[in-house]
C-alpha cells in the first residue's frame, strides 16, 4: 500500500476526507473534503428541480501542479487547478441541460466563495427524479472535535491567535488533537486546524490566521492551515 493511499484509508474514518488545495501555492491552506462536500451540498439545496448524488474533487492536471510556500499536511493535494465532478438526478420539469447549467452555476459560485481555484465542473445525469424534490435534503455540516486544550502555552497562544481572527468559529483537531509543530525542518512549522462561519472567503480567512500564528509566535515559524469545517452559523 502506498503512503498516499494509507493516508486516505486513515482518513475516510476520521471524516474528514483527501485535504484539497485551499487558494495557491502562496497561500498556505488546505480544506477538507468533507467540509468542502457539505458547502456545495447546501448551494445545491437551493437549486430547485435537482438533488446531488456523488461529488469529487481532483487536480484538473496533476503535472500542473506548484510548491507550497510551507510544508503541506501529509498526503495533500499540491496546489493547482482543480476539476469539480459530479453525479445528479433531476425532475422532467425542464430539459436537462438547463437543470446541469443551473446546478453548475450554483456549485461553481460555491467554489469560488470558498477559494479553491476550480476551472472545470463536469455533471453527469445519473437519475430522473418521478416529481418535483419539494424539500431540500438536510445537509449534515462535518463537526471536527475541538482542539484539546493542554499546558502547552505556545499552542494556548496559537490558538488564541488563531480565535481572534473574525470567521474563525474553533481551532479544531480532527488530524491532530493538539497544534501541531514541526520542529525538524529548517525554519520551524505549524500546522493549526480552523472551522470557520459561513461568512468571509475562507482562503481569506485562512491568510489571516496565518499571519496571527505567526505573530503571535517569537520565532515566527511558517504557519500551514487546515480548514475543517465552514459552517452555517458559528457553534
Same mark, same amino acid.
Given at each position: ?57 481532483? /487536480? ?17 493535494? #499540491?496546489?493547482? %487547478?482543480? +476539476? ?22 450554483? /456549485? ?21 427524479? =418521478? ?12 463537526? %471536527? %472535535? ?19 481572527? #473574525? ?19 529548517? +525554519?520551524?512549522?505549524? +500546522? ?9 472567503? =475562507?482562503?481569506?480567512? =485562512?491568510? +489571516? ?27
Amino acid at each position: 500500500m502506498t503512503a498516499d493511499r494509507w493516508t486516505d484509508v486513515v482518513r475516510h474514518p476520521l471524516g474528514v476526507g483527501r485535504l484539497l488545495p485551499l487558494g495557491g501555492a502562496h497561500d498556505g491552506a488546505w480544506l477538507t473534503e468533507a467540509a468542502t462536500d457539505a458547502v456545495l451540498r447546501r448551494a445545491a439545496a437551493e437549486v430547485t428541480g435537482v438533488r446531488l448524488g456523488v461529488v469529487r474533487i481532483a /487536480l484538473a492536471d496533476p503535472a500542473d501542479v506548484a510548491e507550497p510556500v510551507v510544508p503541506a499536511p501529509p498526503g495533500a493535494l #499540491p496546489p493547482g %487547478p482543480l +476539476r469539480l465532478t459530479a453525479d445528479f438526478a433531476a425532475t422532467a420539469a425542464e430539459p436537462l441541460p438547463a437543470a446541469a447549467s443551473r446546478l453548475r452555476r450554483a /456549485l461553481a459560485g460555491a467554489v469560488a466563495r470558498l477559494g479553491l481555484e476550480v476551472t472545470d465542473v463536469d455533471l453527469r445525469v445519473t437519475d430522473l427524479l =418521478a416529481e418535483e424534490v419539494a424539500e431540500p435534503e438536510a445537509v449534515r455540516a462535518p463537526r %471536527p %472535535p475541538s482542539v484539546r486544550e493542554g499546558a502547552d502555552p505556545e499552542g494556548a497562544r496559537v490558538t488564541a491567535a488563531a480565535l481572534g481572527v #473574525p470567521g474563525v468559529a474553533r481551532v479544531t483537531g480532527a488530524l491532530s488533537r493538539e497544534v501541531h509543530f514541526d520542529a525538524a525542518l529548517p +525554519r520551524r512549522h505549524v +500546522r493549526v486546524e480552523v472551522a470557520l462561519t459561513d461568512g468571509p472567503r =475562507a482562503v481569506e480567512v =485562512a491568510r +489571516r490566521v496565518r499571519t496571527a500564528v505567526g505573530e503571535a509566535l517569537t520565532d515566527q515559524p511558517t504557519v500551514a492551515v487546515l480548514v475543517t469545517a465552514v459552517t452555517c452559523n458559528a457553534p
